[in-house]
């Protein structure tokens, strides 16, 4: 069993930083690209960034990139996300996600993130 738990998310100023965390139970997250993902109101679930179970390349929705970066800790079962000069178009619930298998096969709750302008 796998359980994705994401933290950090709140109320931040157009500007602002905001540290997203995703701590990870189960012994597959040392070898499972990680990801993040967001949904807007109204809107479809979108790609944000993802990392290889090494720390690797890591990928960005065209969007975020130079704003947001992906990391992760697998001593800690951790993966985070730096969110750092933040629009309102970043407002969305975010979701961290474990793909295991050939696809994204395990979710969190997800962390609302709301940026006033």
């Known amino acids: 069993q796998v359980q994705l738990v994401e933290s950090g998310g709140g109320l931040v100023q157009a500007g602002g930083s905001l540290r997203l965390s995703c701590a990870v139970s189960?012994?597959?997250?040392?070898?499972?690209?990680m990801g993040w993902f967001r949904q807007a109101p109204g809107e479809e679930r979108d790609f944000v960034a993802s990392?290889?179970?090494?720390?690797?390349?890591?990928y960005y929705r065209d969007s975020v990139k130079a704003r947001f970066t992906i990391s992760r800790d697998n001593a800690k079962n951790t993966v985070y996300l730096q969110m750092n000069s933040l629009k309102a178009e970043d407002t969305a619930v975010y979701y961290c996600?474990?793909?295991?298998?050939?696809?994204?096969?395990?979710w969190g709750q997800g962390t609302q993130v709301t940026v006033s302008s």
């Open positions: 996600a474990a793909k295991t298998s050939q696809k994204y096969d395990y």
């Open positions: 189960g012994r597959t997250f040392s070898t499972s690209t």
């Open positions: 990392i290889p179970w090494n720390g690797g390349t890591t």
